[in-house]
């Protein structure tokens, strides 16, 4: 029923810490999620300096998924978006051919508060890789949610329990928030090849075996699985059939090597648009070699 577990490895970003799930040298994807971080928990005191914020940025290859708990974060994109994502919300990205974009924690900065969410990559089909960029907001009343026996359930993005959220994904997929009461069960849907539950608060039991947060658990394929709240808990399901290798550089995935250096070049000549609403300051391609961002 397990296939793996895959603790967070925390990453101090100079302000605030994020727990980075995937992708994990054991295991690099699950479905088409290629990147999995979790942000925070954090309270933020007010007057945080601006470098805590995430500059602007370029990525290709892959959708970006933010997922709020706690906080507020303000993007800017380079298709012409200003939209701050609140909890319950959902702002989805798709770098296609090339985007670029900007996170900037201003509410915070002005009145404190705290910063808890996750920030995940959705890897694109080789044949939409190269679609024109866009960006999507949802509030949280548009996402299917509903309960069941001390289960709260809102679906991110996909098709699961028989329900389809609005995000405009491009492969088949499941991301769902789970809140669970002590004592309660949720059932996994196990029409997806490859399926995780990711614990972001609580503990819970899984094939008789007990989770605690930053702890993502990988099922295996074909085999239903049960989640149990041994007290109260949060946890992320996430689920999708696989897409074949990725390469991931920096804030580049693709499915070819030649394509991300060619992204890499481009943005070191400038020939990526910057934001127009956030163009006065941007992050350098780091040296060789650079993990992905760690916020996207």
């Known amino acids: ?14 302000g605030f810490e994020v727990g980075r799930v995937l992708p994990y040298a054991k295991r690099r994807m699950v479905g088409p999620f290629v990147f999995f971080d979790h942000m925070g928990p954090v309270a933020f005191a007010p007057g945080i300096p601006r ?3 995430v500059r602007p940025h370029p990525h290709i290859g892959l959708s970006t998924v933010t997922y709020l708990f706690a906080g507020e974060i303000m993007h800017r994109d380079s298709v012409g978006s200003e939209q701050p994502i609140r909890p319950g919300e959902v702002n989805w990205m798709t770098a296609g051919r090339g985007i670029t974009h900007s996170e900037r924690f201003e509410q915070a900065r002005h ?33 299917p949610s509903f309960d069941d026996a001390g289960v709260r359930i809102r679906l991110i993005a996909g098709q699961a329990w028989g329900s ?22 949720l059932s996994v849907p196990d029409d997806y ?10 503990s819970v039991e899984i094939a008789r075996q007990t989770f605690g947060a930053g702890r993502m658990v990988v099922l295996t394929a074909g085999v239903p699985a049960t989640v149990l709240a041994l007290e109260a808990s949060t946890v992320m399901l996430l689920a999708g059939e696989p ?6 550089e920096w804030n580049f995935v693709s499915s070819s090597r030649e394509r991300i250096a060619q992204a890499k070049a481009d943005w070191v000549a400038g020939r990526m648009k910057l934001p127009d609403l956030d163009h006065e300051e941007w992050i350098p391609l780091p040296p060789e070699p650079a993990p992905p961002n760690p916020m996207s």
């Open 1 to 14: 029923m397990i296939e793996l577990v895959i603790d967070q490895r925390r990453k101090d970003l100079g």
């Open 51 to 53: 470098s805590v914020d």
């Open 111 to 143: 009145f404190g508060g705290p910063m808890d969410g996750i920030q995940a990559w959705v890897a694109l089909p080789e044949d939409v890789e190269e679609i024109a960029p866009s960006f999507s907001h949802f509030d949280a009343a548009a996402l």
């Open 164 to 185: 389809s959220a609005p995000v405009p994904t491009h492969s088949p997929m499941a991301y769902s928030h789970c809140v669970l009461e002590a004592g309660a069960r």
């Open 193 to 202: 090849t490859e399926r995780a539950v990711y614990v972001a608060d609580g």
């Open 243 to 248: 897409l074949g290798e990725r390469f991931i």
